[in-house]
């Protein structure tokens, strides 16, 4: 019988775990904030959800060894973009390494200084409430100080590995 005071050890490799989670459909978010000196911050992230309707909380998650880490960590700000389908080309982008992410991008600052990015299907506006470190990644908990919404937008779906601007039928 196992101890149920602790978890067994993994019966299955990384890759086939990354393989089994790709098949959870997701939404796609660009995570952005302003640093103290005022350069702008932007990662694409899956791994968003709602935690409290009240008080109005959400979350997503960072590799700790990410480059942007130091910026999310330290900020008392970020926003949230819900991307629509017309912006797979921009996940890509803030997905990827060595470009200027924000050349060309059209945004405006939130009420925390964070840029909020056109065209997204919403926006939430968080104060960073607190952080979890567990494994190999950093949970952030935002608290939603505001939040906008584009009514008629159609999302940008992550399945399988690969991105859908249609849902299949």
């Not at 939130?110 to 840029?115: D, I, S």
């Amino acid at each position: 019988m196992p101890d149920s005071a602790q978890a067994l050890s993994p019966s299955f490799s990384l890759p086939d775990f990354r393989a089994a989670l790709g098949m959870f459909a997701t939404g796609v978010t660009i995570v952005t904030a302003r640093d103290v000196d005022g350069s702008l911050i932007g990662v694409t992230a899956n791994s968003f959800n709602s935690v409290s309707l009240d008080p109005p909380l959400v979350l997503w998650s960072l590799a700790r060894q990410a480059g942007s880490m130091p910026t999310f960590a330290r900020g008392s700000h970020y926003a949230i973009n819900i991307l629509a389908a017309p912006q797979r080309a921009l996940a890509e982008r803030f997905a990827s390494k060595g470009a200027d992410r924000f050349a060309g991008v059209g945004f405006r600052s939130g009420v925390g200084g964070a840029p909020l990015l056109d065209g997204a299907a919403a926006v939430f506006e968080c104060f960073n409430r607190s952080r979890y470190e567990e494994g190999d990644h950093v949970i952030f908990v935002g608290e939603v100080e505001h939040c906008e919404r584009d009514p008629g937008a159609q999302p940008l779906i992550f399945h399988g590995g690969r991105y859908f601007t249609e849902l299949p039928l």
